[in-house]
């Protein structure tokens, strides 16, 4: 008698996507065939589909536990998120059996050429984590076939595919504007310099892969040093195990600016840093983070640096239409408007020019609320080539901020009109 032989074992998913890539979320139905190529009839005993979505860590550390004696240490730890098995080819009792006796009695009889087999499972109901790969921790999902026979060694193949769990960034807390301001005195022995001051904003904390992100920032160098204003786009992998974490910082993009001389100061009006394909954030997995922050940077040589931090969430679900927003705060010159959306978006345009006026534009006719009076001085002081040309070119300090506030603090609660507000920066200005 002649003993057939199996030539393939392989898994093919069920993708309806464009790329025709196995990619699913928490909750979906992953569905699939495993596919046996035969040569000959071939006894079958089972044939079984495995289903795992595990994250795991490891890495090692090196100990010194006396003056001549050394260990490592090593830190592991794993977090199933999926595990389910199905038989395709076998009785039910035998889903747990190993092949140890060649039993005549439930043998399958695959005849030659190729054997389509269907399998299907449902994505647990759950914050899954995203598939990802790092230098010391992955999380990966994987299908498991396994072919037996009597006395004869089992023959497996296993593929991988991946788990996205959506971070939508049209939620209130990632369209929140990041700003931030820091301040810092260069000193050698007993004499100071003069300070170095650095404020930046962008226009929300959510962001996908491929966006731009448009970076507002001042630079003032009071100091008698030639500085660099810098920003960079970093990714921080966060693994933990046995009650110790273990940080991976790394570049994702950057850009420089022009250096600056002693008395110089720069903006940076919308500059663009561009997010390059990267992996989500990842927040939910007990064991491994993946988070991102910009930092934009003032270089001061032979000195430490003035950084600011602005965090940041890389998510899967893109910002949606800005038209659909309920509120927007627009700054006319010259008869031409200029509209940011909700949270002050600047759009791809130059800056405005030409004398100028504050308006408040708010849709239905409703008078602007505390909130939104409040927002208006912080936009204004953030955009240094506007409030200029607005304010016929006189310059909005910090104490003038603060009494632009003062005043947008009681029209707001007075319900004031845009006149009153023309009139109160008129008078402050």
């Not at 199933?80 to 140890?100: F, M, N, Q």
């Not at 500085?227 to 990714?235: C, G, N, R, S």
């Not at 899967?316 to 800005?322: E, F, G, M, Q, Y």
């Amino acid at each position: 008698m002649v003993v057939g032989k199996v030539r393939a074992l392989a898994v093919c998913f069920d993708t309806l996507n464009d790329s025709n890539a196995p990619v699913f979320s928490g909750g979906e139905l992953v569905s699939g065939r495993v596919l046996v190529d035969v040569a000959g009839d071939v006894r079958v005993r089972s044939l079984a589909v495995t289903a795992r979505g595990v994250a795991k860590v490891r890495w090692t550390e090196s100990r010194n536990a006396a003056a001549s004696t050394a260990y490592t240490q090593n830190y592991t730890e794993e977090v199933e998120y999926l595990h389910h098995r199905d038989v395709l080819i076998g009785s039910a009792e035998e889903r747990d059996e190993e092949d140890a006796a060649a039993d005549e009695g439930g043998v399958t009889i695959l005849h030659a050429g190729l054997h389509e087999l269907a399998f299907s499972f449902q994505l647990p109901q759950m914050a899954l984590a995203t598939s990802f790969e790092g230098k010391h921790g992955s999380v990966r999902y994987w299908v498991k076939a396994e072919l037996r026979r009597p006395w004869m060694l089992p023959v497996k193949v296993k593929k991988e595919f991946v788990v996205f769990e959506h971070i939508d960034i049209n939620t209130p807390l990632l369209l929140a504007p990041q700003a931030g301001s820091k301040e810092k005195t260069l000193c050698c022995w007993l004499c100071a310099s003069g300070p170095i001051s650095l404020s930046a904003k962008v226009a929300r904390k959510g962001y996908t892969p491929g966006d731009s992100i448009q970076i507002f920032a001042e630079v003032e160098n009071c100091s008698t040093r030639v500085v660099v204003p810098k920003a960079a786009l970093y990714q921080t992998q966060t693994f933990f195990a046995k009650g110790k974490g273990k940080e991976i910082r790394q570049l994702v993009s950057n850009l420089r600016g022009e250096a600056l001389a002693q008395g110089k100061s720069q903006s940076w009006e919308g500059r663009v840093l561009k997010i390059p394909p990267v992996s989500p954030s990842i927040l939910d997995c007990p064991i491994i983070r993946v988070e991102y922050a910009l930092v934009v940077y003032v270089d001061v040589p032979g000195g430490l640096n003035l950084s600011l931090s602005l965090p940041l969430v890389i998510g899967t679900i893109p910002l949606h239409n800005a038209t659909s927003r309920t509120s927007s705060i627009s700054i006319s010159s010259s008869g031409s408007a200029s509209t940011w959306a909700g949270v002050a978006e600047r759009p791809e345009g130059g800056p405005l020019s030409g004398a100028g006026s504050v308006s408040v534009t708010l849709k239905r006719g409703k008078s602007p609320t505390i909130h939104r009076w409040m927002r208006i001085p912080e936009m204004l002081f953030a955009h240094e080539s506007e409030r200029a040309n607005i304010f016929g070119g006189k310059r909005l300090t910090r104490t003038s901020l603060d009494a632009l506030k003062h005043e947008c603090v009681h029209m707001g609660g007075a319900k004031s009109t845009n006149d009153q507000f023309q009139r109160t920066t008129s008078r402050l200005f």
